[in-house]
């Protein structure tokens, strides 16, 4: 067992009087900031659970710390193995919850069974959408098995996730349940199409589930997002609103709700898309105008304000990292 046992350590390093528990317990990865020690545990996992309730996919908890090499280890592994890596992305939201010295966020840890203190780190977590415990897993079991080698094992890491990630719903059957919702709200429905690997489709999906957006969104609209890779049928409802091959993702559509198409993302220039550009967030509103019922002229120059702050606030960040290279 090879992954960092606190405890073990803590017992051998008292038999040392000449070193500390720490300078025996960690040797400093080269790796840092993989966990923040500012992070509120709870925030993290409602963030996560937020945004795995889109797509209903699970919420893949790494505790951990940045003094241990094992945790480094295993992010390497979730990083550089391209199935893992894949894996993660469709199937999971990922977050490193810093544990301290084994006494930091021990409330979350009871709350959701981890058993890190027991078992050591990293220890990893998986909950539903709803923050359902799926799995409680210490990682020593995937560990690679060759002598001397420090290492996981993406094979018995992929096995794992797979198993534990969550059934796929059908693209109908989530239609349908936000046809009937908006029939007995009296709204339209506005259905997004999308994928994991999708960047821009990540950017509109996070712009629509921040407060005031989705505040005056829900004013006229019950929101449903298909993922044309995870739901079954994707594809294939995705071609029958479009009528299309054309113009990529996000591709969105606003439906009455027996179905019935009243306007869609693709204009004179082609797919919308994300509105990021100022003629696009123009665009943006006119199709707006033509499917909104209750959103007036101030409701809709608000979400194209709202669009417009997101832009820029992503390039200032991108502006702040640019710098600190």
């Not at 936000?178 to 994991?196: I, S, Y």
Request: aromatic share 8%; glycine share 8%; charged share 25%.
């Amino acid at each position: 067992m090879k992954h960092c046992v606190w405890f073990a350590i803590v017992i051998f390093a008292s038999s040392l009087m000449t070193l500390a528990p720490a300078q025996v317990a960690t040797k400093k990865p080269a790796k840092k900031d993989l966990y923040d020690e500012t992070a509120d545990a709870g925030q993290q996992v409602a963030a996560a659970l937020e945004s795995a309730a889109r797509d209903e996919r699970r919420v893949l908890i790494q505790w951990g710390a940045d003094w241990c090499g094992w945790c480094h280890l295993l992010s390497g592994t979730f990083e550089k193995d391209a199935e893992v890596r894949r894996k993660l992305q469709y199937e999971y939201e990922h977050i490193h919850v810093d544990v301290g010295r084994f006494d930091k966020h021990l409330d979350i840890a009871e709350k959701y069974g981890a058993q890190f203190k027991k078992e050591g780190v990293p220890y990893l977590t998986i909950l539903d959408a709803r923050g359902n415990v799926i799995a409680n897993a210490e990682t020593a079991q995937f560990e690679a098995k060759e002598e001397g080698v420090q290492a996981h094992d993406p094979l018995l890491l992929l096995e794992f996730l797979t198993e534990h990630q969550a059934p796929y719903r059908k693209a109908q059957g989530v239609l349908d349940a936000a046809l009937a919702d908006a029939k007995a709200k009296e709204r339209r429905v506005l259905l997004t199409f999308g994928a994991p690997w999708c960047g821009w489709c990540h950017r509109l999906e996070d712009w629509m589930a921040t407060q005031p957006v989705a505040a005056l969104l829900a004013e006229d609209f019950v929101t449903v997002k298909v993922d044309v890779d995870r739901t079954v049928g994707g594809k294939e409802l995705l071609a029958q609103y479009r009528k299309s091959e054309g113009g990529g993702i996000p591709w969105f559509v606003f439906l009455e709700p027996n179905g019935e198409i009243v306007v869609t993302s693709d204009g004179p220039a082609g797919n919308l898309g994300c509105p990021w550009t100022d003629e696009e967030i123009a665009a943006f509103g006119d199709i707006l105008g033509k499917a909104c019922r209750r959103l007036d002229a101030t409701g809709i120059a608000k979400l194209q304000d709202l669009l417009l702050a997101a832009r820029k606030a992503a390039e200032a960040k991108r502006a702040a990292n640019s710098g600190g290279d």
